[in-house]
Each structure stands twice: as structure tokens, then as C-alpha cells.
């Protein structure tokens, strides 16, 4: 997983060892969900935790930009939250830092955030990154019920990396303010391949892996911008 970041890191050195005419430099403010084998059902709004972050954007082409992407927040879950989950009586918090390489295409172009019209001010865009979650479960086995009791002692026996392959998904929409500033929405899903976010996967669902979300306000400034004439 580390090799594969490097690597990517690596390839998009050229990219953004460029001019730096085309660069943004930015910051998202949002909220970080959990989905996972203590929240019912998998997305809801009862688990938010504020989460912030910073990226360094490229723009490649006026369909393509790349971005280096940090996202540091937290996740949480709790049984006592859910009719369909209190008779196990798990919780769980943990702090997770997020380092991606993503790709954002801008299907109407980059002339759309410097038209002037009203229409043209608009861009989505879809992107889709890979990476590394760094993640630290403390779970609450403490008051674990009779039941769930074996399979939560295995989980709290459970060997784990703190260090998680993550695949962020998702799309955003970009409001040009003025030729050097844009605000924008984002919203996207983080694939993880392993099912102890929470550090629960005996006592819940060892089928499926857990993931996370992200959402939030995205503020970004056009390095070196050239004024038009």
C-alpha cells in the first residue's frame, strides 16, 4: 500500500514540478461520516464529526486538473445510537488522517469558471483519488452483552494496520467569486480494505469492509494569476 503511494507520488512529480501559473492552493471545511458495523444503516447523519483540509491543485488541461490532498477528521459509531444494534453495546471513536493523489474531470470545462455569464460561473466535476488512511480505533468492548461477548474478544485481540489503502470517490460543483478565488461543494466516499475502521469485524459483519464519507465547503486561490486585459 505505501509502494503504490510512492509510486503514484512519483509519476506526478513532473506534473507538479511545473509552472506554477496553473496552480491553486486550497482548504475544505465539512463533516466525516462512518459506515461500518456500528452504524445503522450504513451512511447517517447521527455519526458527523467535523473535518478540515488542504490540497495543492493542478490544473492539467481544461478538462483535467490533479491535486495533492490532505483530510484529517474523526469517525465514530455507537450501538446505544441504534434499536437495531443496543443489544451488543459497542462504541467506538478514532482520529483519521487521510493522504490521496486525485483526479478531478471538469466534464464542461475549465472556460466555465471564467466565463462571466451566470451559467458559465458553474463547474462540476467528478474525482477519484488513491492514497493512505491513517486510523486508530479505541473500541469499547467494556459493556459488551453475553452474546456478542466471544466474537468481541477476538476483535480485541485483533492484529491490524493502523495504515490503510484509500480510495476517495465522489463529485463537487466549483462557483467562480472572482478570476483568483472559486468556492465550491464537494462530497465523496473513501474505499478502506479492511473492516476495522471501528476495530469490530467478528462481532459485526466480517463480510464487508467499512468506509468512510466526506462533505463539506471547499475554498480555493489561483496562484499567480495573470489579470486579463
Known sequence: ????????????????????????????????NYGGD????????KESNFA??????????PLFNAR???????ISGDDNNYDELVQRNISFESPLMEF??????????KKGLTDD??????????????GMAIIGPETD??????????????DDHANFSNTQFAMPIGLGLKYKLTDQFNIGLEYGIHLVWTDYLDGVSEAGNPDKNDVYFSGGIVLAYRLNQKKQI
Not at 509502494?3 to 466525516?32: H, V, Y
Not at 458559465?120 to 488513491?130: A, E, M, Q, T, W
Not at 468492548?141 to 477476538?154: E, L, W
Open 52 to 61: 478540515a483540509g488542504l490540497f495543492a491543485r493542478r490544473q492539467l488541461s
Open 1 to 32: 500500500m505505501k509502494n503504490l503511494l510512492t509510486i503514484s507520488l512519483l509519476a506526478m512529480l513532473p506534473i507538479f514540478a511545473s509552472s506554477q501559473s496553473k496552480w491553486e492552493a486550497g482548504i475544505n471545511l465539512g463533516l466525516m
Open 117 to 130: 455569464s451566470l451559467q458559465r460561473k458553474f463547474s462540476p466535476y467528478l474525482f477519484l483519488g488513491v
Open 100 to 109: 490521496t493523489v486525485i483526479g478531478e474531470y471538469e466534464f464542461l470545462g
Open 38 to 45: 456500528l452504524v445503522k444503516p450504513a451512511f447517517t447523519f
Open 68 to 74: 495533492l490532498n490532505f483530510l484529517f477528521g474523526k
Open 141 to 154: 468492548f467494556s459493556k459488551v452483552t453475553p452474546g456478542s461477548a466471544a466474537a468481541a474478544d477476538k
